[in-house]
């Protein structure tokens, strides 16, 4: 047996060795119950004899007092509207994300923390931008109305109304809701329900009685200010921030950029979904089915690479019917990270905001490979050491013919010199 062909069995030898030796197999014998994960605690409060979601709602919550903002020609003093009632913030906990929810706008996002991915200083990657206000926010658009937005306006929480409530989603789906009252009988009410396993939850918006008022041709759903950099080498977040939407009956989404020069664009078109992404993470608004059209304003601040972002706002537009006495509107909605099985599994070509290259097939085959021994190993470092020696594995019969091809070059100098 040659030299070479002895390494090679030695490597595959320490290979073998390392995956039995962390694979949880080997750690079960060696310490029962080391690898055994940890239940999710339950709060009873939340508990329920059927896994259906549930919402939970307070009986008590007063109503608000009506708000004159729709169909009333007498102008809106926007500012004693807003100060109707108090805030009320609901942080919402699931093994996946801690997500900060307040009733401005009838819930808007103001912090989503992922539990599983930390920053260079290992605090949780948090995804909402700085500064960014309204994220979820509400339009009412044409006609008259110039586009009126619930943002600074207060909902009725159907928790309560304490300043704030830790709402866990463990084992079970669970749901909570806001009301927005907006005069001559017209309300929004907007339903929050979270999943224990997912980083998508669901937004239905149910518009009660606007065939009362004048609110406008489209009403639209929001996301501001794109997606937080999360990484310490802005440059790198700066290069991948992008905008995507799918739309027609295109399979790819299309990608739109952004530059100093602020840009504020309508794509009229069927839109399937409207999304942005940083270099690892995403954020995604889904209608429940195809709507009439989007409106984008992207721009990036001025200043150095490193101390510069690309905002993307956006605002997904459905056009609702203004004689019905109830419509409705809704989305899914998902932050959280640019991983390609996960999103692959919506069947919605969310995995093509990726960026492959021109490596994609190869780029590809070698992250289903790491998943695959991520299973049995779970340690990347490991799982690199391993992928490695596959690699070696795999180049060995071009490495052999290459040595061989070497060593008749070598034996033929002689004969060649002499010839010389």
Known sequence: MSEQNRTLIAIALMGLILMVFFSDWYQEQVSPGSTAKEKPYIESSFASESDSSAVVENEETPAASPQRLLGDETPVDDTSISQGGKETNIIVSTPLFEMHISNYGGGTLEKVFLNDYLTKDSSRVQLIAEKSNGVLANQFIGYDIE???????????????????????????????????????????????????????????????????????????????????????????????????????????????????????????RTRWVGARSKYFTAILIPSAPVSEFKMVRYQTTGSPDHSVKVFDFDVRDSFNRRSAVSRSNFRVYVGPLDYSILKEYNMSFEEMMNWGWFGIIGKGALWVFKALYKVIPNYGIVLILFSILVKLLLAPLTKKQFSSTQSMQQAQPKIAAFK
């Open 147 to 269: 586009d009126f937005n619930t943002s600074d306006f207060l909902g009725i929480s159907s928790l309560g109304e304490n300043d704030i409530y830790d709402f866990p989603v463990f084992g079970r789906s669970a749901s909570f809701s806001f009301e927005l009252n907006l005069g001559s009988g017209a309300k929004l009410i907007r339903t929050f329900t979270f999943y224990p396993d997912s980083f998508h939850f669901a937004l239905e918006q149910e518009l009660v009685n606007f065939d009362q008022v004048n609110a406008g041709r489209y009403f639209a759903t929001s996301w501001a200010g794109g997606v937080a950099p999360t990484e310490k080498n802005r440059k790198d977040d700066l290069y991948y921030s992008e905008m995507y939407a799918l739309l027609g009956d295109d399979s790819s989404p299309t990608d739109y950029s952004a530059d100093e020069e602020t840009e504020t664009d309508v794509q009229t078109a």
